[in-house]
């Protein structure tokens, strides 16, 4: 009775540990650390790619590296990567990889690429102007990945009421919320995120409801025409990879610029204007905008918070060895036949 109330208390206090990978894989942080800035160096847009993938790989069953796993059989669309939310938006899996390859070399069977996802988002971070944080780990991999989990992640037409209920899923606060959606201070958007299709929910350029010119009237005039010139209309049909900046006033740099930029209605998607629309959110906005140190320091410890969301620990899931694919001798093998089935929630538009 007693032995059982400890091991109960023991599993649910079960947690990550700073240093976990000091005496078992010394130069592992280092390794992800190399791999990321080098990356990094050829291409800035590995920072926003790999903040963002380890945000929905926390939001999908917790940050267990289902985010990375190759859809079975090849091109059948089942995994998360492959919902609506996640592709063709996510980008730079070949950097985990090659991380997660450096790693086997040095200690095979080792590190996860959970944790992997953790370390690179945090180097991320600071590679792009970021306050850096230790990353506690021990995460283990997990061996299932649907398409149709993907509804946890939410969509860029979220309203405030939605956004706070979605990270309350996750155990997170309004101010978490708030805080991460800082990260969209870097990187890059499609244009079916805020514009494009017909009847897409997203759309804040060319039917948005309810206004005679079809514009969001919370976006700025000057940036809406601007955002239409880089996105004509239907263009995420004929122009699906199309890009635009999430930051217009210094579209690389991890700075708060993000939050000044949203009080003067450049805000790119509904869910970043939704900020404004409720007086708490309002008035944090306003801080960050004001202190970028605030910012800075919170945005480290809601990641924190975020990397700890249902994280597998102990014996419980794997290390994978490969990061796109569970590992042959796991009996998973039978979960993924039920993966076959999943499909995405949400149709035509990205989300998150
Ligand atoms: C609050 C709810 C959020 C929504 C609705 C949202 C939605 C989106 C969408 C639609 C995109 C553009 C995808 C595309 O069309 O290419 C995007 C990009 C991005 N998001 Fe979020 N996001 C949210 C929160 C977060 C959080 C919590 C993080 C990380 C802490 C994050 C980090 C990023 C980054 C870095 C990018 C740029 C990705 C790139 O350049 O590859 N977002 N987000
Ligand atoms: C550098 O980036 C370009 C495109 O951004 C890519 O084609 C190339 O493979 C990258 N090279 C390395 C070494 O990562
Ligand atoms: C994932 O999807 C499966 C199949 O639809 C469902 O049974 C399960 O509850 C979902 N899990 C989460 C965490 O959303
Ligand atoms: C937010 O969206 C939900 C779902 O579409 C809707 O029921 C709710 O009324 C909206 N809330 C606000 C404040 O607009
Ligand atoms: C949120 O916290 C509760 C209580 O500690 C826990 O049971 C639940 O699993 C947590 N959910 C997530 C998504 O972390
Ligand atoms: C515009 O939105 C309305 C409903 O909001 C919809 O009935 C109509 O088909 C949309 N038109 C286009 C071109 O998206
Ligand atoms: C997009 O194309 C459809 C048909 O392909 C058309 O009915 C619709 O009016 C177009 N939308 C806009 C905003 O031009
Ligand atoms: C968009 O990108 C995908 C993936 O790289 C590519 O297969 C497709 O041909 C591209 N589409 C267009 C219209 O450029
Ligand atoms: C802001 O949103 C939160 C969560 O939905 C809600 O509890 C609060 O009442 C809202 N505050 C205001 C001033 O509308
Ligand atoms: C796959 O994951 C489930 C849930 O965590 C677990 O019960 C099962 O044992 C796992 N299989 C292997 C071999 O990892």
């Known amino acids: 009775m007693l032995l059982s109330l400890l091991a109960a208390l023991l599993s649910a206090t079960a947690c990550l540990d ?26 800035s847009g590995v920072a926003p790619a790999l903040i963002r993938m380890h945000f929905h790989d926390c939001f999908v069953r917790g940050c267990d590296g289902s985010v990375l796993i190759d859809s079975m059989p090849p091109g059948s669309g089942t995994a998360e990567k492959d919902a609506f939310p996640n592709n063709p938006s996510l980008r730079f899996f070949e ?33 792009a102007g970021g306050l850096g944080y230790q990353v506690p780990a021990g995460r283990r991999d997990g061996n299932i ?31 978490d919320m708030v805080v991460l959606s800082g990260a969209h201070t870097i990187g890059v958007s499609h244009c079916s995120s805020f514009a494009g299709v017909p009847n897409n929910p ?27 010139s880089i996105c004509p209309s239907n263009s995420s049909r004929f122009f699906p990879n199309t890009t635009t900046l999430m930051d217009l006033i210094t579209p690389t740099k991890f700075d708060n610029k993000y939050y000044v930029g949203l009080q003067n209605n450049l805000g790119l ?6 900020l404004l629309t409720n007086a708490t959110m309002k008035s944090l906005v306003a801080s960050f905008a004001r202190s970028e140190g605030t910012w800075k320091s919170k945005f480290a410890k809601s990641m924190l918070k ?32 039920i993966a076959r089935s999943g499909s995405s929630g949400f149709t035509g538009v990205a989300a998150s």
């Open 145 to 175: 990945s649907l398409a149709g989990n993907t509804t946890d992640l939410p969509p860029p037409f979220a309203n405030a009421t939605q956004l706070v209920q979605m990270f309350a899923k996750k155990n997170l606060t309004l101010e």
């Open 18 to 43: 700073f240093g976990f990978y000091d005496t078992r894989c010394p130069n592992a942080e280092a390794i992800v650390q190399q791999t990321v800035a080098a990356a990094f160096g050829n291409n």
């Open 269 to 274: 998607f509904k869910s970043d204007a939704a």
């Open 202 to 228: 997203g759309d804040r350029l060319y039917n948005f409801s309810g206004s005679a010119d079809g514009i969001d009237p919370s976006l700025s005039k000057a940036y809406a025409f601007l955002l239409k």
């Open 95 to 127: 950097v985990v990889d090659n991380a997660k390859a450096a790693l086997e070399a040095q200690c095979p069977g080792v590190v996860s690429c959970a944790d992997i996802l953790a370390f690179a988002a945090r180097d991320s971070v600071v590679l």
């Open 306 to 337: 975020m990397g700890e969301i249902e994280v597998l620990t102990g014996t419980q899931g794997e290390i994978r060895r490969n990061c796109r694919v569970i590992n042959p001798t796991s009996t998973a093998g039978a979960r993924n036949v």
